[in-house]
T-cell receptor, first 111, second 114 residues
Framework: GENVEQHPSTLSVQEGDSAVIKCTYS??????FPWYKQELGKGPQLIID?????GEKKDQRIAVTLNKTAKHFSLHITETQPEDSAVYFC??????????FGKGTRLSVIA | NAGVTQTPKFQVLKTGQSMTLQCAQD?????MSWYRQDPGMGLRLIHY???????DQGEVPNGYNVSRSTTEDFPLRLLSAAPSQTSVYFC?????????????FGPGTRLTVT
């Protein structure tokens, strides 16, 4: 089955700097890669996703890139703000199978 | 729309007790899932359902039962609670399989088994 590795487990950045979180997956048939943000005491919320036929997707300050050959995808957050502090999860899926999540990255943005 | 609701928010059980974690959604979603979240372990799938009357096991199903008698509700039953089941439990729903539709998560239930 699919296995998703996520790095780093914790990340601290200064406000205004960029943050990058990386994930690798094992199943070459995986075709959908969402990213979730979990704020303290809440459930995860989808922030951006990418499909295997696209190499990059942007939404304001966040972007996701996908390298199918290397089987890795990354989340990029630019101009970080204190409200970006949260736990971020990547996930991968193939077809109708359930999502497989990475172990999460705790991002702290220091004002 | 209330979205995905979960009750209770917090629960303390003694070893061996049973209980049901409730999950309901009002978005007419076919696909519903239960996850547990443990420190450093991410989100692990317990059980999921692709529609009323259909359930299947996820990665960590032992010690848990589910049923799906209606589209709206997907309760998770702990038959005989164990300390290893201390965790935060999240219910999620989506219009279709997660690769085809956004998955919405509930606020979670924090369960402690002593």
């Amino acid at each position: 089955g699919e296995n998703v590795e996520q790095h780093p487990s914790t990340l601290s950045v200064q406000e205004g700097d960029s943050a990058v979180i990386k994930c690798t997956y094992s199943d070459s048939a995986s075709n959908y890669f969402p990213w979730y943000k979990q704020e303290l005491g809440k459930g995860p919320q989808l922030i951006i996703d990418i499909r295997s036929n696209v190499g990059e997707k942007k939404d304001q300050r966040i972007a996701v890139t996908l390298n199918k050959t290397a089987k890795h995808f990354s989340l990029h957050i630019t101009e970080t703000q204190p409200e970006d502090s949260a736990v971020y999860f990547c996930a991968a899926i193939s077809g109708n199978t359930p999502l497989v999540f990475g172990k999460g990255t705790r991002l702290s943005v220091i004002a | 729309n209330a979205g995905v609701t979960q009750t209770p928010k917090f629960q303390v059980l003694k070893t061996g007790q049973s209980m049901t974690l409730q999950c309901a959604q009002d978005m007419n979603h076919e696909y519903m899932s239960w996850y547990r979240q443990d420190p450093g372990m991410g989100l692990r799938l317990i059980h999921y359902s692709v529609g009323a009357g259909i359930t299947d096991q996820g990665e960590v199903p032992n010690g848990y039962n589910v049923s799906r008698s209606t589209t709206e509700d997907f309760p998770l039953r702990l038959l005989s609670a164990a300390p290893s089941q201390t965790s935060v439990y999240f219910c999620a729903s989506s219009y279709a399989a997660p690769g085809l539709g956004e998955q919405y998560f509930g606020p979670g239930t924090r369960l402690t088994v002593t």
